[in-house]
């Protein structure tokens, strides 16, 4: 593989410069502390921009489909600078997870006429797959899609919805009545506010992304995509979203090394630096060399989705394994070094540490993904 | 990366070797040849037998050999990194005396640095050198010391000025092994191979001009020697040829090879084995086991991003970018990869993990893992010593106070050292 397959062009360094600044100037932890309150969870006019100025839900989506068109690799590098900045914002549920399950669901002509709306960020949808079991395996769905006229009634429950109650359309995932396993899955999309839709938000951990718990009383979809046959493109989806979420978390995790180092230059105490203690200095060597680690994994996973390679399911799974221990590592220590300041409401990497452990959890935990991964070798 | 005269360079090789490469000779000729022609050390100065190349070059040139099947200039050992050191810092009564000696690969050579006394703090030395008419005296004790017991010279590191500061009060000498005052030992292991000497110097003698440098500046030489031996010249990597072809220099290399790579048969082990693991995971049928399989899982996450890291530290300097955190990670990272193997190894053994020799799996090999790996956090810097090296010049945190400033006389050391 050449060298550049193991590093960013030029262009790619400057497009990370541009969003570290734009970031930088919208997502100042007093902006994160603002929108977590807030019952959206996101500033409208922060999300214009990112979407019209910086065209970031337009990324990696072809230009055929009002798109960029670049790779996921520079998907990747937006996402590690949000992640760094903490950005709240409907990014990861429409950009990544809906676009992700059309592209690679929906046929042609829906591609065409969905991408461009949520490529230019004017609306939003999100991927609505995960249930009160809490199982993140598709195979596991149970809301019902009975077929009606040329769509289909959804009976069921969503649980863990990013985004649920903002999304102007939802993409349920729903089987035929009947079926079990990989069988009989479909993806069905509504709008939002769809009659026989109940959306309620559900208090979580990490208030910087909203989650949602929907409940469908014969609530009225459309097919997406090849009726019955959405198992294969949703898993696809889901693992190039596992691979999005750990370059998204490797950006959190070395906010939080800075954080931590930055801090045990600061610090007095016995008439020294904090820093210059081996106990401080081992730790944060430490935690270097997992956030390096898990960077190396998240860099590598976008690239092999990038490249459409045959590995990119057991890279992704690598990746999220990698990135869910480094962040929470990271957070964790950062709260350790910052002694008890860190561990209060007033300080800020609290809201970096329940981003680092809801995370841990989305899309499946470490050794959810040890095991896919494991699976994917044999 | 392309240089512009790159295809020239690598042509020029190709006739050069074409003209002379007979696999016939013997090894000492054919590397005599080398050294004279400079195209066995393309990037060392033309003075010195090389062709003053850049070192991107220079790796074409190594290229064009492998591919040729042509027998490179002896770079195993600790012999280039005395090749290295004097090229830098030897003035030319050493350069003339011992650098073609070291590319024909005539001469071993072995590096006294280390003491009982001083591992991690290698400028606490405490072994002297005093200057007695016309020669230096040495007394004291070095460790650690791989092919002591045949090699001609050794890099030594002695203290010269005990009221200096530790760093200062450092000279550099090269030392002739071959002498009364000179007792090798092998140092038994806890794996039980016997790879490294202790070296006793009882009044051995050192004539003048076999220091190096000025007196109290073998610290900062000692820093080239360890440098190029991080930059991988540790001669621990083998030929890049594929093709063994035949003939008298074949032979008197693999013969060679064989001696100088004795010691190190462990090495592979001590890494922890990645490659063995899921093969052996399969074999077993211990792969079905869910707590074996995350051991597993855990292992490859760490091996696969420490090799992607490394990766990335190699395309920045590629790219000639300046060097980012990942290149000084390696070391620390293979430490923890080395303990995630061995206790994979150890779940997939199961009770057989207690077992050694040819009662243990794949005759003892799966053992000699177990017990060989401890040395990978200690070997070439202690893990300790890389978080130190991590946290103050990559992260920038500040030093820990001093407590041996001052002469070094009076700094508090081990009993005995």
Partial sequence: MPATAFSFTDEQRQFRDVARRFLGDVSPPTAVREWMESASGFDPAVWDRLAKELGFCAIHVPEAYGGQGFSFVELGIALEEMGRALLCAPYFSSAVLATGAIQHGGSEAEKMALLPDLAAGTRRATLAFTEPSGGWDVEQVALTATPVGGGYRLDGEKRFVLDGCTADFIIAVARAPGSRGADGLSLCILPGDAKG????????????????????????????????????????????????????????????????????????QFGRQIGSFQAI??????????????????????????????????????????ASEAYLGAAAACIQIHGGIGFTWENDTHLWFKRAKASEALLGDAAYHRELMMRHMQ | ??????????????????????????????????????????????????????????????????????????????????GATLLEHGDDFHKERFLRRILTGEDTWCQLFSEPGSGSDLAGATTRADLDGDNWVVNGQKVWTTSAHHADYGLLLARTDWDAPKHQ??????????????????????????????VFLTDAKIERPYRVGAVGQGWRIAMTTLAHERRGADG????????????RIYAE??????????????????????????????????IADPAVRQAVARLLVLARSAEWTARRARADQELGRPQGPEGSLGKLA????????????????????????????????????????????????????????????????????????????????????
């Fill in chain 2, 253 to 286: 290399e693999a013969a060679e090879t064989a001696t100088l790579m004795e010691p190190y048969k462990w090495y592979p082990q001590r890494a922890g084995r990645v490659d063995l693991v899921l093969p052996r995971a399969r074999e077993t049928g211990r």
């Fill in chain 2, 1 to 82: 990366m392309t240089e512009p005269n790159e295809a020239g360079v690598r042509a020029q090789a190709r006739a050069w070797l074409a003209e002379h490469w007979d696999a016939e000779r013997s090894l000492v000729a054919w590397r005599g040849m080398l050294a004279d022609s400079g195209w066995g050390m393309p990037h060392w100065p033309e003075q010195w037998h090389g062709r003053g190349l850049a070192v991107a070059l220079s790796q074409a040139v190594d290229e064009e050999f492998a591919q040729f099947g042509a027998v490179g200039v002896a770079k195993m050992g600790i012999r280039l990194l005395a």
């Fill in chain 1, 281 to 322: 200095k081992h730790k944060c060597a430490d935690m270097l060399l997992e956030v390096e680690l898990a960077k190396s994994a998240a860099y590598r996973a976008a690239a092999a989705v990038a490249e459409d390679d045959t590995d990119a399911p057991a890279l992704a799974s690598l990746a999220k394994a990698s």
């Fill in chain 2, 236 to 247: 621990l990597r083998g030929s890049a040829r594929e093709r063994l072809g035949e003939g």
């Fill in chain 2, 169 to 198: 009060g450092l000279t550099y000498f090269v030392l002739n092994m071959r002498q009364p005052g000179v007792e090798v030992r092998q140092l038994r292991q806890m794996n039980g191979h016997a790879s490294f000497n202790e």
């Fill in chain 1, 197 to 268: 839709i109940e959306r309620r938000p559900l208090r979580s951990l990490d208030p910087t992304r909203k989650l949602a718990h929907l409940t469908f009383h014969g609530a009225r979809a459309a097919p997406l995509g090849e009726p019955e046959g959405a198992a294969a493109p949703l898993k696809r989806a889901l693992a190039e979203a596992a691979a999005a979420l750990a370059n998204e978390m490797v950006g959190g995790a070395q906010r939080m090394l800075d954080s931590a180092v930055d801090y045990a230059k600061l610090r007095m």
């Fill in chain 2, 334 to 417: 293979a430490s923890h990869v080395a303990r995630a193997a061995a206790h994979a190894h150890t779940l997939i053994a199961g009770a057989d993990a207690m077992l050694a020799g040819d009662d243990g799996p794949l005759d003892g090999l799966i053992a000699e893992i177990l017990v060989s790996v401890p040395a990978t956090s200690i070997a070439g810097g202690t893990d300790e010593i890389q978080r130190n090296i991590i946290a103050e010049r990559v992260l920038g945190l500040p030093r820990e106070p001093r407590m041996d400033s001052g002469p070094f006389r009076d700094v508090p050391r081990n009993v005995g050292g």
